[in-house]
């Protein structure tokens, strides 16, 4: 559904939105009990059986938004529990980072094969000659498929000349690369934090909007009204999200408006980690570490670590280009506090890191930002002349793509080693890299870069971005383009890191 503005789409900005004022207005934060009205209107239940549950929902969406836990269903609380606690300028939030609204869930069934009205009762019937288990007859002149027996294995699907039959599976399931959505007592969605990676892709996939991440947009605005030196760090992949009108210039200008200090490129870490890894590659490769994989997405490296042990020692230690930003920053801000603005869920966990913690003090996605855009009522075609952004080269800018990351370092190793032999493999979801680390583990990959993507697209099919990937990629590609450097060699901030670049 990424990229398709749907009444989920609609209620998840409404609620950022609602959140973003309640911490501008300040007060009395016990209004949040009138948001689920305000958001779902009238008597009469819109998307589901029940007003009442509609807002149900809605109110521990807003919990999540402030950062809160959901509220256990057999015990009584009012949606402001604990919010008073949370008004503060600072992170408040404890892991599970991404959580089930367990009524909200409308516990689908699990991955299974059905046969629809195309089967026509063919005299071949290749479905029932291709199951392995015999599931698989014919009834009434009709393939059957009896669930008892099936392994769900798809071949009969796949034989069928109707397409007669089909896939059913949870869509939070179908997209989690891991495996890690199950079910509960009651067969609703339940997720196995042991296997999450914290990508966010069930968030966005669950039509019945039962999935969401917790947020800290409201510990984030209480900290801009402060008025103390806040500084953004925007993600490569912000190019294009918020709007024809909203130039990279225009959003660095919009972010002024909203009470930060300054805004620096996350590109600028891209461009220094690129240049580090290309080093790696070329001198560091060796029997023990016989390829080097990236280490930017870290749904993509938790996975390894978590899966892969065996070969978790080949992903790169380099900051991420969101920690080395940060330690740029703070060199040059001793006093600033460092937002990291970017397109997933992940990276929240990551700075909660014990590493990291004392880098970045927030983190928001996009689609969380333009709630503060909105509830600040920002408009990108009053702004004029914004003020440019200059900090990277267009092989940091490219990161938020899938391919850009290895493309940087490539380009690099080109430069310097012009000699050298540079051979590439790259994954984009979950699934398929898995499927990389999979032969790197068989020894199928010595030599070689291996870059991961937790999502589809890369960074621009983020769990937290709100344009459909196709467009957000052309928009990154024309900003990358628009860079003085093409090359990370050519960025302005080389030696800005200890050289050791202390390794996460």
């Avoid at 000349?161 to 399931?173: H, L, M, Q, S, T």
Wanted: hydrophobic letters at 40%; proline letters at 6%.
């Amino acid at each position: 559904m990424k990229g398709i503005y749907t009444p989920v789409t609609k209620i998840r900005r409404q609620i950022f939105q609602e959140i973003a004022k309640l911490a501008f207005e300040g007060g009395d934060y016990s209004r949040i009990e009138d948001i689920p009205y305000k958001i779902i209107p009238g008597e009469i239940a819109t998307y589901r059986d029940s007003v009442f549950k509609e807002r149900a929902i809605v109110g521990e969406r807003l919990r999540l938004a402030c950062g809160l836990d959901v509220r256990p269903a057999d015990k009584h609380a009012p949606i402001s529990q604990g919010i008073e606690e949370s008004a503060i300028d600072e992170l408040v939030y404890e892991p599970p980072l991404v959580n089930v609204i367990p009524f909200a869930c409308e516990a689908c069934p699990p991955k299974q094969y059905y046969v629809t009205d195309n089967c026509r009762g063919c005299l071949a019937h290749p479905c029932v000659s291709v199951c392995p288990v015999k599931a698989v007859s014919l009834k009434d002149g009709k393939s059957h498929i009896d669930k008892d027996k099936c392994i769900k294995c798809g071949r009969c699907a796949e034989s069928c000349p109707y397409n007669a039959i089909v896939k059913f599976e949870r869509p939070c399931a179908a997209s989690c690369g891991v495996d890690a959505i199950e079910s509960d007592y009651l067969g609703r969605a339940k997720i196995n934090y042991d296997k999450c990676v914290s990508c966010g892709q069930c968030l966005v996939n669950c039509p019945f909007s039962a999935i969401a991440d917790k947020s800290q947009i409201f510990q984030l605005v209480h900290a801009l009204k402060e008025g103390k030196e806040i500084i953004a760090e925007i993600a490569p992949s912000f190019v294009g999200q918020f709007g024809p009108l909203a130039t990279p210039q225009r959003v660095k200008d919009a972010l002024i408006q909203l009470g930060f200090s300054d805004v620096y490129e996350v590109a600028i870490g891209a461009d220094l980690g690129a240049i580090a890894e290309a080093e790696h590659y070329v001198h560091g490769l060796s029997e023990e570490q016989p390829f080097m994989a990236t280490s930017c997405c870290p749904s993509w490296s938790v996975m390894a670590k978590k899966f892969f042990p065996e070969i978790a020692h080949c992903v790169s230690t380099e900051l991420t280009p969101m920690v080395a930003t940060a330690r740029i920053i703070k060199k040059e801000h001793p006093n600033a506090r460092v937002v990291f603005i970017g397109p997933c869920a992940s990276k929240k966990l990551e700075a909660l890191r014990r590493t990291v913690r004392s880098d970045v003090d927030f983190v928001i996605t996009y689609e969380e930002l333009m709630g503060i855009f909105a509830a600040k009522e920002i408009d990108f075609g009053q702004i004029e002349d914004a003020p440019e952004m200059e900090d990277a080269t267009g092989g940091g800018r490219g990161y938020g793509v899938a391919g850009g990351v290895a493309g940087a370092i490539e380009a690099v190793i080109r430069e310097r080693y012009p000699d050298v032999e540079v051979k590439i493999d790259r994954a984009e979801g979950l699934f398929d890299c898995r499927k990389m680390l999979t032969l790197a583990k068989a020894g199928k990959r010595k030599g070689y870069i291996l870059e991961g993507m937790a999502c589809p697209g890369g960074c621009i099919g983020g769990a937290g971005t709100i344009e459909p990937i196709k467009k957000a990629a052309a928009a990154v590609k024309k900003f990358a383009d628009e860079a003085e450097h093409h090359v990370a060699t050519g960025s302005d901030y080389i030696g800005e890191l200890p050289e050791e670049h202390e390794h996460k």
